[in-house]
């Protein structure tokens, strides 16, 4: 089935490591995007791009990196991890036409000790 | 850029019983509102959507409204079943464009 699939689903690490999460997709969608969730929480924007050649910060791009591989691949990484990027990851894909809403990945949980 | 507000962030009801769950957004040249579960350690889910040139849309229990000249939409479960709670978000956007999130309601049915 065409879906999101995201690497790893979790993970611990330590602080000031360097860390990536990938994330691809079979969905032929244009547009990717990395959400984080605190617990509790609601979903805040890391990054977006709506194509190969796009990317764009989101509102808590502090911190964070990405990398659109192919129109398929969309990873962020965390050059130096620190404890509070303790979080659940999703990627999400969504279309252009007649398939806007977003398709989420099942989730990275991440934590920095 | 929009922004949506949503309200209440908890809800609890009783098995059977009806929910509703508010949104309003900012920018009036949002046109585009989808609504998404996520069940506790899942990912979200698209259960619903609605366009902003229809005022209604309805699936089995679940139903959506739209007010544009308010700004308002909201979520609307009747006959709620245990399997119904979760988390629930509201969005809202432009569909050619960027979509925002509300920031979530916690949904619980008591048997």
């Known amino acids: 089935d065409a879906d999101v699939t995201q690497t790893p689903r979790n993970r611990i690490t330590k602080t000031g490591k360097r860390i990536m999460l990938e994330c691809s997709q079979t969905k032929g969608h244009d547009r990717m995007y990395w959400y984080r969730q605190d617990p509790g929480l609601g979903l805040r924007l890391i990054y977006y791009s709506f194509d190969v050649k796009d990317i764009n910060k989101g509102e808590i791009s502090d911190g964070y990196s990405v990398s659109r591989q192919a129109q398929a691949k969309f990873s962020l990484s965390l050059e130096s991890a620190i404890p509070n990027q303790t979080a659940l990851y999703f990627c999400?894909?969504?279309?252009?036409?007649?398939?806007?809403?977003?398709?989420f990945g099942s989730g990275t949980r991440l934590t920095v000790v | 850029g929009e922004n949506v507000e949503q309200h209440p962030s908890t809800l609890s009801v009783q098995e059977g019983d009806s929910a509703v769950i508010k949104c309003t957004y900012s920018d009036s040249a949002s046109n585009y509102f989808p609504w998404y579960k996520q069940e506790l350690g899942k990912r979200p889910q698209l259960i619903i959507d609605i366009r902003s040139n229809v005022g209604e849309k309805k699936d089995q229990r679940i139903a959506v409204t739209l007010n544009k000249t308010a700004k308002h939409f909201s979520l609307h479960i009747t006959e709620t079943q245990p399997e119904d709670s979760a988390v629930y978000f509201c969005v809202g956007g432009d569909a050619g464009n960027m979509l925002t999130f509300g920031g979530g309601t916690r949904l619980m049915v008591k048997p």
């Open positions: 999400a894909t969504s279309g252009v036409q007649g398939s806007y809403g977003y398709t």
